[in-house]
């Protein structure tokens, strides 16, 4: 196995991604995102099932013999980047990515195995699953467990991305065992979230039957640095969705006869931004060949994405919104939903601070004495 990761697309890839985009483009518009925050019912079942059953996306993780698609991180990347160009209201990095990981560390490529049956379940997009811890937990530090009593779970966990959306919840539970819980037999509550396009919820358990799965220290941590790790595709896409559309606007917007973007100091903030994203797609693209390949650098490659990914997220949105000027601060215009996106995604999977004090230990640089 070569050691040097492979930070170019190939032709599939590049493929899958077209693909992707053009369904995005006629199923996903920004008037249509925005209009669904608005309603009850903020997932968007429809493009989910033509992600799901038409192009077989929520398997790409899954070994074909479990019923998935065989497919690695790298593939999986590519559909975030463009689900994150679109702030896209689907559940697939937390039911494709994070609970399908999950249950990948229970499976053990065992077909027949609860946890093996419950991952072509979720392959096939029929089920929607996640993983019942906070979505702001990062994968190296602790979380929380619910109590288990008599063959039922009792407790409540906080900030579950897609709680609404699930079918199944996993939940680690005291006895160091990973549950699977219908989500009929929990109280999923929403709760107050910024990013409308993925809420949050707070799950209470009652003595909820559950059926056991395998060991939750291994599941949950692989789960969510493989979430860690993908996310910053998804955070590449929208930073480069901003830098994109803020570079258009600013060649069509004109004052003083000229066009906007022709300004020196804007072209300046531009090109900067440019950089970051530029960057950035390095680091993204290193994290997802690195999980791809299980390489022994891979937890560093996570860490250094969520490094720096957060603030370059971030910064683009905020520069859509200042530099549309006074339509990008209304609620019409979709850049509050990439800067609301991003401002939630700076808190996925812990911070960049978290992360950076994390690379630290894992890069053995110790501060000065």
Known sequence: MSTQPDLLHSEEEEALRAAVRDLLTDHCDPAGVLARTESEAPHDAKLW????????????????????????????????????????????????????????????????????DLL????????????????????????????????????????????????????????????AVAAAEADVTAQLSLDLTRPVARIVLDAAPARRLGEAEPAVRRAL????????????????????????????????NRPVGGFQALKHRLAALWLEVVNLRAAARNAADALATGSAEADLAVVLAQAYAAGVAVHAAEEAVQLHGGIGMTWEHPAHLYLKRAKADSLAYGTAGAHRERLATLADLRPPA
């Open 120 to 179: 072509g379940d979720l392959a096939s997009g029929a089920t929607v699953g996640t993983l019942a811890v906070g979505l702001h937990t990062a994968p190296h530090a602790p979380f929380p467990a619910v109590r288990r009593e008599n063959g039922t779970l009792h407790g409540e966990l906080t900030a579950v991305a897609d709680a609404g959306a699930a079918d199944v919840l996993l939940v680690p539970a005291e006895d160091g065992g990973l549950y």
């Open 225 to 256: 640095r493989a979430g860690a790790g993908l996310l910053a595709s998804e955070q590449l896409g929208l930073a480069d969705w901003c830098l994109t559309e803020t570079v258009r606007y600013l060649k069509d917007r004109k004052q003083f």
């Open 49 to 116: 099932k033509a992600l799901t059953e038409g192009m077989g996306l929520a398997g790409l993780l899954v070994p074909e013999a479990l019923g998935g698609q065989g497919a690695t991180h790298r593939e999986a990347a590519v559909v975030l980047e463009e689900l994150g160009r679109a702030v896209a209201p689907v559940p697939y990095l937390t039911s494709a990515v994070v609970a399908t990981e999950a249950l990948l560390a229970c499976a053990a490529g065992e077909p027949g195995s609860p946890a093996g």
